[in-house]
């Protein structure tokens, strides 16, 4: 192995995605990430004591050597026909229609969900039970370096493994695998961005302090909510527009800073499949669908992508839409999300202030107190009260 010189950096600050393939291909483990509160962004760190600069970590590096890329041939707008089953999903249920096929098939499933300490990260489910902890969206990033090798060893030892990630997690999983293996199947994320984990976290403390959580909702069938529960006991809970991290996540103040030059929100896609909310379709192509009912999209780029969806399209109402009308309703097929322009404000202020009060010192605060004139009064005094709950419980 030839040394490559002394490594300070993988690749460059402002590119890392947190990926976390160099943390897990290291032999050394001289690889950690590091939360840069001017990024808001989690970052690579090398330490020079354990580095034996043999450059693996830049090999596996999406960003020094990013993935191939695939434009879809097929956009399918579907929702699962399990009522159940798509009730827990946060729109049409493909993600769930999709596991439960593998899983039937003897494969496992890898996805992001909250652990019992209320960190959120990627594991490996072998089970229904298992991967019920997938459901449902969770607009933080995730941990998934501890999943890596875990993924290799499945594929080496013969099995269909089915990953669900963030377009960055995924190609940062092509880079650690290094070599194309048939049993693969990966789906990628229409994604707008994500805050850091240090930021969710930061934000936790701020509305119920230091008390024991499990898991969090984001989304429910009538829209966007920011919920916290140990258990079945509910700790918080807010209206999606009234909640201050969820406002700043909608609005692209909070995400980290390599997402606004993002290079995957595009259409040529790292994936087998694609996942996301079909925004903007017309209702009447689905005449099956109940009423008020979320629909996912599927853009399938490979065969593996393609013979997935022939394999479980009978559980779903589907239709096949054009491309373009899927791209037309997810800005993040075609650009990533621009700079909030008080992003230099917010980051000032969440020194001292933390995220409530920095996001207040924005534009968003206008925002707040419109969506909060929009309520009924009953809601009103019902979000007082929950959050009046939060804090003293």
Not at 98 to 123: I, N, S
Not at 270 to 280: Q, R
Request: charged fraction near 25%; hydrophobic fraction near 35%; proline fraction near 4%.
């Amino acid at each position: 192995m030839t040394a490559v010189g002394k490594i300070t950096e993988i690749c460059n600050a402002d590119k890392c995605t947190g990926c976390g393939a160099c943390i897990a291909k290291c032999p050394q483990q001289a690889v950690r990430l590091k939360f840069d509160p001017e990024r808001l962004s989690r970052r690579t760190v090398v330490d020079d004591k354990l580095c034996i600069q043999c450059g693996i970590c830049r090999q596996v590096c999406p960003v020094v050597t990013p993935p191939s890329r695939k434009t879809p041939g097929h956009a399918i707008a579907l929702w699962l026909r399990d009522v159940q089953k798509a009730a827990r999903s946060s729109s049409g249920g493909a993600a769930q229609g999709f596991t439960d096929y593998v899983l039937e098939q003897g494969g496992v499933v890898v996805g992001a969900g909250f652990t019992a300490d209320g960190k959120l990260v990627h594991t490996i489910a072998e089970t229904r039970e298992a991967a019920a902890n997938f459901c449902g969206s969770k607009y933080v990033q995730s941990d998934f370096s501890s999943v890596y090798s875990t993924v290799e060893n499945r594929l080496k030892a013969g099995r269909t493994v089915l990953v669900f990630g963030t377009p960055c997690q995924i190609a940062g999983l092509y880079g650690f695998l290094g070599q194309e293996y048939d049993k693969l199947l990966t789906v990628d994320l229409v994604c707008h961005g994500v805050p850091a984990y240090d930021l969710f976290a930061d934000y936790v403390r701020e509305i119920i302090g230091s008390r024991h959580y499990t898991h969090v909702m984001f989304r429910q069938r009538n829209g966007f909510c920011f919920k916290l529960f140990d258990g079945s006991r509910k700790l918080y809970s807010s209206e999606g527009m009234l909640d201050w991290y969820l406002l700043a996540f909608m609005y692209g103040l909070s995400y980290r800073l390599n997402c606004y030059s993002c290079p995957y929100a595009c259409l040529e896609r790292v994936g087998d499949i694609t996942l996301g909310d079909f925004w903007g379709i017309d209702y009447s192509a689905l005449p099956e669908l109940p009423p008020n009912r979320g629909i996912s999209l599927a853009l399938l780029h490979t065969d593996k992508g393609r013979k997935l969806f022939e394999a479980v399209k009978e559980r779903f109402v589907w239709t096949e839409r054009p491309v373009e009308e899927a791209v037309r309703g997810n800005n993040q097929l075609r650009t990533p999300f621009a700079l909030h322009p008080d992003r230099a404000v917010f980051l000032k202020e969440l020194k001292n202030r933390g995220i409530r009060r920095a996001a207040a010192r924005t534009s968003l605060k206008k925002i707040y107190y419109k969506n909060l004139m929009k309520l009924p009064l009953r809601k009103i005094y019902h979000w007082l009260l929950d959050f009046h709950y939060s804090k003293m419980n």
